[in-house]
């Protein structure tokens, strides 16, 4: 589905992402883990085209997409939701998930893709009117994995969905990432919570100063010591 070929990136003379390969195939989660500052983050914006690389391919169900707008990269079926969430404030909930179907017309369609969410999300449904700046914030996350939803991603990109949540919020999100991916859509998650990423991970890179140290199965990922010794605690 997706296809990372040598991809670099700088930041004026800064090399943030050097070379980096990596694949994603149609049902999977996969997962990016590294420290801050590794280039995950500027991987997936440069993935959803708000980021332009110095150098190398993102092909996308077989179209080269990192020379597209991001309007057309939604429109292909990918969708981003940052790190920090990015609600808009002073919307309701139902407002910022209907902003999410900004590039459909199908309004019929719409309101049953918003139910669904309220499905995997029956909180959002209690808050629908509510502004989305006063929900707290795992269901800010929530809110923000939503509205991605609505679009219809066919795949999904996820940026530390569970920064700064508490740990049953954190629970509660990856169990619905995992029933996200079950239910068609293919995942790419970072995640700093390696353990809870690897788990549920299809398979794993991991990511160290801009470069691809180490891949394999989530599963064989979690047994590394390497793997283990930075970023598990071991």
């Not at 309004?107 to 209690?126: G, H, N, S, Y």
């Not at 283990?228 to 071991?234: K, S, T, V």
Request: aromatic share 4%; net charge neutral.
């Amino acid at each position: 589905m997706l296809q990372v070929k040598n991809l670099t990136v700088h930041y004026g003379v800064i090399e943030a992402i050097k070379e980096v390969s990596f694949e994603v195939n149609e049902g999977e989660i996969v997962t990016l883990i590294g420290a801050n500052g590794a280039g995950k983050t500027t991987i997936l914006k440069t993935i959803s085209g708000l980021v332009r690389p110095t150098a190398g391919e993102i092909v996308y169900q077989e179209d080269i997409i990192q020379k597209a707008t991001p309007r057309a990269i939604v429109q292909k079926g990918l969708s981003h939701v940052p790190e920090g969430r990015h609600v808009f404030s002073g919307m309701s909930v139902m407002e910022n998930l209907e902003m999410g179907a900004f590039l459909r017309r199908d309004k019929k369609a719409i309101r049953q893709d918003i139910k669904k969410v309220f499905d995997l999300f029956p909180i959002l449904e209690e808050r629908k009117d509510q502004d989305s700046a006063t929900l707290s914030g795992g269901e800010q996350q929530m809110l923000a994995m939503g509205r991605a939803l609505v679009s219809k991603p066919k795949l999904l990109l996820l940026d530390e969905p569970s920064m700064g949540l508490a740990p049953l919020f954190i629970e509660q999100i990856f169990r619905i990432i995992k029933k996200i991916n079950e239910e068609g859509t293919t995942i790419l998650l970072i995640e700093q919570n390696a353990a809870v990423a690897l788990e549920i991970a299809t398979k794993g890179y991991v990511l160290e100063t801009g470069r691809i140290v180490e891949s394999g199965a989530g599963k064989d990922l979690l047994q590394s010591e390497a793997v283990q010794r930075a970023y598990l605690g071991a």
